[in-house]
């Protein structure tokens, strides 16, 4: 799936990787070391690139695409390094490390919203702000009540695709039913992706992938677009799906 994204969006992804190390100037030294554990994290790898696929649908302008993909894609960075700090019981040592990971992750979530005025998407606010209290909810559930491994997903990283989906209907000018679609289409679609991971789930992931499409054809009659990324992302999820099928029965 990332490759796909890749081939369409191969210019965008190289300019948003200048812009994001830039935004997070002066502190990319002491903030790379915490990027290079995410290398191979689902959520960091494709959540930028389904922003700028739900961007691009929906015919916003190409720089506030790329500046939505960086808030999300900072957000994303400050939650992860919170979600680094454990509790006692898990032996962290309250030592200056703990300390700095603990500043640094607020400093990264309150540059997110100067980003977002920066970006002159200051309307988006409440949005941002339904979806991190919907993740700091669900962080606060895994680490101290036994959630499934779905409820784990579905708290704490598909908030972040539903309301990627939802700002790219809002700023397209979108009612509110319409938006309200876009957010259930980018919830499923991103549950789809994140749990391929789980050999067990992918019963719930053919669920998701089918909940997408019925979503998407309502939306496609909107938008009037065809072949598009999104399209293209959600057959490569069936063809990964049914290869892992095949290779389960042989």
Not at 216 to 231: A, G, H, M, P, R
């Amino acid at each position: 799936m990332k490759y796909i994204f890749a081939r369409d969006f191969r210019t965008e992804i190289l300019e948003l990787d200048v812009v994001f190390k830039n935004s997070l100037l002066p502190w990319w030294e002491d903030i790379s070391g915490y990027i290079r554990r995410f290398e191979n994290d689902t959520t960091w790898n494709m959540l930028p690139l389904v922003v700028l696929g739900v961007y691009k649908f929906n015919g916003l302008d190409r720089q506030i695409s790329i500046a939505m993909a960086n808030i999300f894609k900072t957000l994303y960075l400050a939650n992860s390094i919170h979600a680094l700090v454990k509790d006692d019981k898990e032996g962290q040592e309250y030592n200056r490390e703990l300390q700095f990971s603990i500043l640094i992750g607020d400093y990264i979530s309150g540059r997110m919203l100067k980003l977002l005025v920066e970006a002159h998407a200051d309307s988006l606010v409440g949005i941002f702000a339904d979806m991190m209290a919907e993740i700091s909810e669900g962080m606060v559930l895994q680490h101290k009540y036994s959630i499934t491994n779905i409820e784990t997903v579905e708290k704490t990283r598909g908030p972040l695709y539903a309301r990627a989906f939802e700002t790219a209907a809002y700023l397209a000018g979108f009612e509110k039913g319409n938006q309200v679609k876009y957010r259930q289409m980018g919830l499923a679609l991103g549950m789809s992706m994140e749990l391929l991971a789980y050999d067990s789930l992918h019963k719930e992931v053919h669920n998701y992938i089918h909940e997408t499409e019925q979503i998407f054809k309502v939306i496609k009659q909107q938008n009037n677009t065809s072949n598009s990324t999104l399209e293209k992302v959600m057959t490569k999820l069936h063809g990964l799906l049914c290869n892992i099928d095949e290779s389960a029965v042989v």
